[in-house]
T-cell receptor, first 107, second 113 residues
Framework: RKEVEQDPGPFNVPEGATVAFNCTYS??????FFWYRQDCRKEPKLLMS???SGNEDGRFTAQLNRASQYISLLIRDSKLSDSATYLC????????FGQGTTLQVKP | GAGVSQSPSNKVTEKGKDVELRCDPI?????LYWYRQSLGQGLEFLIY????????KSGLPSDRFSAERTGGSVSTLTIQRTQQEDSAVYLC???????????FGPGTRLTVT
């Protein structure tokens, strides 16, 4: 079983839609959690950290469920510019990346 | 300030040759990671340096791969006797502390012919 698992997608949604991604992790001792974004043929960049109480940054909301060992990312009012691959990252001594979920927002 | 830089940006080499890829992390960052990413695939962890501790080499795919980090700063990833399956983008990232935000370099695109 992979340490961090994501549905690879692709998720194809119209502009303005709300979309949610989930990510599960296997190590209950994992300490920190992040979402990164990777545009085509570019390097990954931090989108947001994920806190135990959940956190929001504009149209983006991240949540953590330690009991079920998953984290989620919700994107509201999708924009064309949100099209990218979203990487779930879990730290257990070192950072472990998921395979990513691809989002394609259509006009 | 300057971000993570990598060189070369592109490298084409013949099968069987050795290559060296360089990473200059952000000044003061103690943690440095190497990953590789094949086309359309996720990030594959290769090796991790943290301060003066012994590196975590658990992701290196074979003994043809090695890496060093001199003076706690610049790192070099060496691939000996390259194979076609080594073709990928090699990404370096650094962070200020072990589990902090990682800043990625632009990567080196390696093509083995």
């Amino acid at each position: 079983r992979k340490e961090v698992e994501q549905d690879p997608g692709p998720f194809n949604v119209p502009e303005g839609a709300t979309v949610a991604f989930n990510c599960t992790y296997s190590n209950s001792a994992s300490q920190s959690f992040f979402w990164y974004r990777q545009d085509c043929r570019k390097e990954p960049k931090l989108l947001m950290s994920v806190y135990s109480s959940g956190n929001e940054d504009g149209r983006f909301t991240a949540q953590l469920n330690r009991a079920s060992q998953y984290i989620s990312l919700l994107i509201r009012d999708s924009k064309l510019s949100d099209s990218a691959t979203y990487l779930c990252v879990v730290t257990t001594g070192k950072l472990i990346f998921g395979q990513g979920t691809t989002l394609q927002v259509k006009p | 300030g300057a971000g993570v830089s990598q060189s070369p940006s592109n490298k084409v080499t013949e099968k069987g040759k050795d290559v060296e890829l360089r990473c200059d992390p952000i000044s003061g960052h103690t943690a440095l990671y190497w990953y590789r990413q094949s086309l359309g695939q996720g990030l594959e962890f290769l090796i991790y340096f943290q301060g003066n501790s012994a590196p975590d080499k658990s992701g290196l795919p074979s003994d043809r791969f090695s890496a060093e980090r001199t003076g706690g700063s610049v790192s070099t990833l060496t691939i000996q006797r390259t194979q076609q399956e080594d073709s990928a983008v090699y990404l370096c990232a650094s962070s200020a502390y072990t589990v902090g935000e990682q800043y990625f370099g632009p990567g080196t695109r390696l093509t083995v012919t």
